[in-house]
């Protein structure tokens, strides 16, 4: 890797080579030099950075170091830090900030880590390409007109332009992975249950799940280690003893069993990016490990019931921001003297109606008049009209009808089965094998606005990692090299593991990139 890990520093902090303060001063350069053009950040934290940075160093002089001291880390936008912004990437949330610290930001504090700044990512962290975000596009450190992926891509352009050690994201259908992938940088998504929500703005709160980006299995072990297990004020938090992520690197894969999922090396799949996989897979042969092809037969349903369950998911979760609690409001006038338009407009079709002698017309414009909005209703509307972007516009109104009356059982329950039976194929398969090896995306990154008309186009980016989400698998993705069309532009290598399973993913990615 082209910058140095935060072992790598922790190693030169030891020796007394460098200071926490100078690690952040040269992160902060980089910012200063490149943010301009990557948009990676929405916000800096400049001087609380530097601050905190001689507070450790001071703790360290008194022979008082903390494990993490002088870990630089970006924080998706969707992941509260008190006092500081917490945008979601959208006009909704704009100017609010956070409350209270999420439980990964307080045990990443008390470790010693230091918080350089939030990163951009699409809005409400829906989307593949980092194309939603109300803060414009994100562009790939490796070739500026390609997107970073999404909806992490903040995080993993951070990452992958040395503004910071490593960087959080969270992942409800690949939001670590893919933009890991497309910047080539190191990206763990955990097991469901491993890592504390709370904090996590939710999207779809069965999904979601808070990962590092990194540039080594070894940092994405480090911060594993101090952001997992049970946390009381989030109840899907598994009481799940934590393993020591660090030493379980380095242990090779000799013996080890992997799979090939048949699935994800299909029809669709890019001829390099399948190459490149496959290489790895001969290496990691080479290393000792046995390679057998396997099933996973219902992932052709992955994308359509991830689609349905998110989308239903989010339109609750995003019911929240009415422009009365939180964020962003409409105006009152405007929506009061909208109202009174409306109303006039509507008694004037009605006498024109009734001269006219229009009797279905004059029934129907009666009932729109008595049915007219409330003055708080017509605020709601016109918040959420003017508060939230197309992509979330979209994703509320099928997750509402995939709930609604009627479609529910056809939809939202239907795809509740589905998510059972990919669940049940991957635990089938795990009694065969310890870890699967798939590419962690079809295609190699794409051009900002390639896809951006064509949501259907977009989902479908995220055919091999939205299965890892619905069955609440651990997934890490590695980078193994850069693609030969679009030339530079990184290609991942995706393990998916059984349940809680972190630490073997970690060491085989750790042999992948030896
Ligand atoms: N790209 C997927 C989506 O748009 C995944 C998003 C995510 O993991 N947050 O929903």
Redesign the pocket.
């Given at each position: 890797m082209e910058y140095p890990t935060f072992a790598d520093a922790r190693r030169a902090l030891d020796a007394g080579e460098t200071s926490c303060e100078a690690l952040v001063s040269s992160f902060l350069k980089r910012i200063d030099a490149r943010n301009d053009e990557i948009n990676a950040f929405t916000s800096v934290d400049q001087d609380g950075a530097l601050n905190h940075a001689r507070y450790l160093d001071s703790q360290r002089e008194r022979g008082n170091p903390r494990p993490l001291a002088g870990l630089v880390l970006a924080v998706k936008d969707n992941i509260c830090i008190r006092g500081y912004p917490v945008s979601c990437g959208s006009k909704m949330l704009a100017d609010f900030s956070s409350l209270y610290d999420a439980t990964v930001i307080d045990r990443l504090r008390d470790a010693g880590a230091i918080f350089i700044g939030k990163t951009n990512c699409?809005e409400f962290?829906?989307?593949?390409s980092n194309e939603t975000s109300h803060f414009g596009p994100v562009h790939n450190p490796h070739a500026p007109e390609y997107v970073p992926g999404?909806?992490s891509g903040g995080s993993a352009a951070a990452v992958a332009a040395g503004m910071c050690h490593a960087a959080l994201g969270?992942?409800?259908?690949?939001?670590?992975r893919?933009p890991a992938a497309f910047c080539g940088t190191v990206g763990l998504k955990p097991t469901y249950g491993r890592v504390s929500r709370s904090g996590l703005v939710a999207?779809a709160s069965s999904l979601d799940a808070i990962g590092p980006l990194t540039r080594s299995p070894e940092d994405a072990a480090i911060i594993l280690n101090i952001i997992a297990g049970e946390d009381e004020r989030d109840s899907t938090s598994a009481p799940v003893n934590v393993p020591d992520y660090p030493t379980a690197l380095g242990d090779g894969v000799e013996g080890l069993r992997l799979g090939l999922p048949t699935e994800y090396f299909a029809e669709g799949l890019d001829d390099d990016i399948r190459r490149m996989v496959t290489e790895q897979v001969d290496r990691l042969e080479d290393a000792g490990a046995t390679v057998k092809e396997v099933s996973l037969p219902h992932t052709e349903y992955g994308v359509a019931t991830?689609?349905l369950i998110?989308t239903a998911e989010a339109s609750s979760n995003l019911a929240r921001y009415d422009g009365i609690r939180y964020g962003y409001r409409a105006d009152l006038q405007e929506t009061k003297q909208a109202l009174q338009e409306r109303r006039e407009e509507l008694k004037a079709e009605l006498a024109t109606a009734r001269t006219q002698g229009e009797e279905a017309r004059v029934d129907t414009l009666e009932a729109q008049l008595d049915d007219e909005q409330s003055t708080l209703d017509a605020l709601y509307t016109r918040t959420r009209t003017e508060g939230f972007g197309d992509e979330v516009k979209r994703r509320i109104m099928l997750g509402t009808y995939a709930l609604s009356a009627g479609y529910h059982d056809k939809y939202y329950e239907k795809a509740q089965r589905v998510r059972t039976l990919i669940r049940h194929d991957f635990e089938q398969t795990f009694e065969e094998v310890d870890a699967l090896v798939t590419p962690t995306t079809p295609t190699p990154p794409f051009q900002i606005g390639e896809k951006a008309d064509d949501p259907l186009e977009?989902?479908l980016?995220?055919i091999y990692?939205?299965t890892a989400?619905l069955a609440g698998l651990p997934g890490l993705t590695v980078p193994i090299g850069t693609h030969p069309d679009p030339p530079n532009l990184p290609v991942g290598l995706q393990l998916l593991g059984s349940h809680f399973d972190e630490a073997l993913l970690l060491r085989v990615g750790e042999t992948i990139m030896e």
């Open positions: 699409d962290a829906m989307g593949s999404g909806s969270s992942d409800t259908g690949g939001s670590v893919q999207f991830y689609y998110a977009m989902y980016n995220d990692t939205v989400n």
